[in-house]
């Protein structure tokens, strides 16, 4: 990396925080105006430090996305106003409005998928690690997904699986302390996520989430070994904002701990950074700032205004090509009706 690729990259890495965390702002929002598809917005406020990872990867690869994915997919190219769309439920959103918040996809960017399971998008790292080492494409698969997700099976069979096959696959888990409104430490015998992975043959690691350059450091090590065929698993411990969905206010969590937790704010933190480095100034960084809100105020009223899908596209992309459109419901009771005895 030249010198001045070395310098701005910390610059360029503020500004993708910075869209997420005012993308974020702006969905909630849009929950709050009604004008969210469905009642469930889990945001990624206080996780931006995953653009970490995301910067790592390079054009080509892949990953799947899980409840908080919003920012991850911004990271990997994404058009905040096609997002925004999909969440919104509009017709110009990434999945025409049928997928939501948490079942975004784009192939063209790499997306394989968010899913709302717990732990559901893991495996399908494995499978596209598996098709990239066959064809020596040299691509990489991240799987993105909480701490929730440290307690179900599918990841432990796909770390494993991973590390027999040499697959060039990561695993991120987005350690956020809660998984819904349980602390981490009250679902988990033993912290260190890490060790977990280690145990099937995988390389871990661990990066505090308030600490993007950290969280870059290791993921570009991560990213480089997977390549070659040795698989690995980056442990971001970051704080979650905000409860668990954009409804919940989090009883569960005293103020002290809140406002300890939101002081690991990794966009303070970056900004501190830049400028003790001299990499920029108050002026530049509130340029950004100023750069982001506008983008994303822009994409906010433009989906407001968007038209939500048309009733005849209710079915389509839903079953295979050729599938004949199954019959409104109408009109099989006026056919039952038509035969009925008089």
Known sequence: ????????????????????????ERVGELFLRGQSAGSML????????????????????????????HG?????????ARMMAEIAGKESGYCRGKGGSM???????????????VGGGIPHVVGAGLT???????????????????SQGILYESMNMAALWHLPVIFCCIN???????????????????????????????????????????????????????PGFLEIDAYRFYGHARMDKSPYRSPEE?????????????????????LADAADLDRIDAAAAVEMDAALEADVAAA??????????????????????ADRLRAVLSEAPR
């Open 258 to 278: 809140e406002a300890e937790g939101r002081a690991r704010d990794p966009l303070t933190t970056a900004r501190a950074r830049l400028a003790a480095e001299g």
């Open 103 to 117: 079942h975004i996809a784009d192939r063209a960017l790499g997306h394989l998928g968010a899913n709302a399971i």
């Open 308 to 329: 939500p899908p048309g009733l005849p596209t209710m079915f389509q992309d839903v079953y295979a090509p050729g599938t004949p459109a199954p019959r409104p419901q």
């Open 132 to 150: 990239y080492r066959n064809r020596r494409s040299g691509q990489i698969s991240v799987a993105f997904f909480g701490d929730g997700a440290m």
């Open 176 to 230: 956020n302390q809660y998984g819904m409104g349980t602390r981490v430490d009250r679902s988990a015998g033993k912290l260190g996520f890490g060790g977990r992975a280690e145990a099937f043959g995988l390389i871990a690691a661990h990066a505090e989430g308030q600490e993007v350059e950290a969280v870059h450091h290791a993921a570009r090590d991560l990213v480089a070994a997977a390549r070659d065929g040795r």
């Open 1 to 24: 990396m030249t010198e001045a690729r070395s310098n701005i990259a910390p610059v360029l890495r503020y500004a993708a925080m910075r869209r997420i965390r005012s993308f974020e």
């Open 72 to 80: 991850v997919f911004l990271a990997r190219g994404a058009d905040p």
């Open 42 to 69: 889990h945001l990624s406020i206080g996780e931006e430090a995953v653009v970490g990872m995301t910067d790592a990867m390079a054009p080509g690869d892949t990953f799947t996305t899980h409840h908080r994915g």
